[in-house]
């Protein structure tokens, strides 16, 4: 090869520029480099942690077998549902000397204590003076001052569950099975007759004034299904009120011919409503069971307590409100005496009072 050729084939070397912008450019990609490795790094972390925490869960047993459920979104706290204050003028009575007044009645023991002691739950005056009493282990029980017998006259109560037993009360709501039933109870034959079956833990029960149905709260559902025991309807069940703003507990008459209804939970709209997103995720509800207990996810469900009132019909007429538990905290039963309202509770260790003419 010779001189020129050699040349013709050399090619100029361009001498280098450095600017500003390259600088830049060299400093974009060493920053595209390090995210690129804190991503590889995080996720790499994050995969470590995750991957053995699922593999433990799907190997932990959970204590439930959950069904989905439809539940239609919560109404509007609007109108005479609109939020307030007003349970907070209530005062609180026995505070600290008691344990969890369900149905206004004083409970001791713990909830460990519960299959031994019973759980009253329902609790109603009977004939003489004598009390009729449903406890949750026990079952009926009439009672008066000097003997305790299984008779009574005919009485309407409900099995919640025939799988979980009261303390496991939020076990059943998140399970949602419908193995509950409505009960009638009869003084003269002293026989129990299988009213409603398929009932996703049925609750509180209130004869109508007009004796001629009877309600009951179907906690997990937020509503409340009637069954007529006379006149033409006799033997049919409806719908009483469908889609309420909370989980119904119990259920009392008020003296305008309508009736009390405690929330045992709220479901807020506006807002996020923890039950209802739940509902038709089986497989979350597992995953939480598996990893806690029903105490925790106790903590996690808000302290709003919630009391309406239905007309005979079954519309709203008022509401009162405490957000945050602050004075009425756990509320099971809204109960009407001589002007005042006397408020249960599932947890709380006190009774409540509400003076009507207050609020």
């Not at 002293?190 to 609750?203: A, H, I, S, Y």
């Not at 709203?316 to 945050?324: A, I, L």
Request: overall charge neutral; charged content about 25%.
């Amino acid at each position: 090869m010779n001189e020129a050729e050699g040349l013709r084939q050399r090619r100029p070397v361009r001498p280098q520029v450095i600017t500003e912008d390259s600088s830049a450019q060299e400093a974009k990609e060493g920053s595209t480099y390090s995210s690129k490795v804190f991503r590889v790094t995080f996720l790499t972390l994050a995969a470590s942690v995750v991957v053995p925490l699922l593999g433990v869960t799907v190997l932990l047993d959970c204590p439930i077998d959950p069904q989905p459920i439809s539940l239609k979104e919560p109404p509007l706290l609007t109108g005479v549902l609109e939020p307030n204050i007003k349970l907070r003028k209530a005062e609180r009575l026995w505070e600290n000397e008691l344990v969890g007044p369900e149905s206004i009645v004083n409970i001791g023991g713990t909830r460990e204590d519960e299959p031994m002691c019973g759980r009253p739950l329902g609790i109603r005056v009977g004939p003489n003076n004598t009390l009729f009493v449903a406890d949750a282990y026990y079952g009926l029980y009439e009672v008066n001052p000097g003997t305790v017998t299984r008779d009574g006259r005919k009485i309407y109560f409900t099995d919640s569950s025939s799988k979980w037993q009261r303390r496991d009360y939020l076990y059943l709501i998140m399970e949602a099975t419908d193995d509950g039933r409505l009960l009638e109870y009869d003084m003269v034959t002293k026989e129990v007759k299988v009213l409603m079956v398929g009932l996703r833990f049925p609750n509180g029960v209130q004869l109508s004034l007009a004796e001629d149905f009877v309600l009951v709260q179907e906690t997990t559902m937020a509503r409340i299904r009637r069954y007529y025991v006379s006149g033409l309807m006799k033997g049919g069940a409806d719908m009483f009120v469908e889609n309420m703003p909370g989980l119904p507990d119990n259920i009392r008459l008020s003296s305008s011919g309508g009736y009390w209804v405690a929330m045992s939970a709220v479901r807020p709209n506006p807002g996020f409503s923890l039950l209802d997103f739940l509902s038709e995720k089986p497989w979350i509800k597992r995953m939480i069971f598996k990893l806690l207990s029903q105490e925790t996810v106790t903590k996690f469900v808000p302290k709003y307590s919630l009391v309406v009132e239905l007309s005979e019909t079954g519309s709203y007429r008022r509401s009162f409100h405490d957000p945050n538990g602050v004075i009425v905290a756990y509320v099971s039963e809204a109960h009407e005496h001589n002007g005042y309202l006397y408020l249960g509770s599932f947890r709380s260790p006190f009774l409540c009072r509400l003076n009507l003419q207050h609020v």
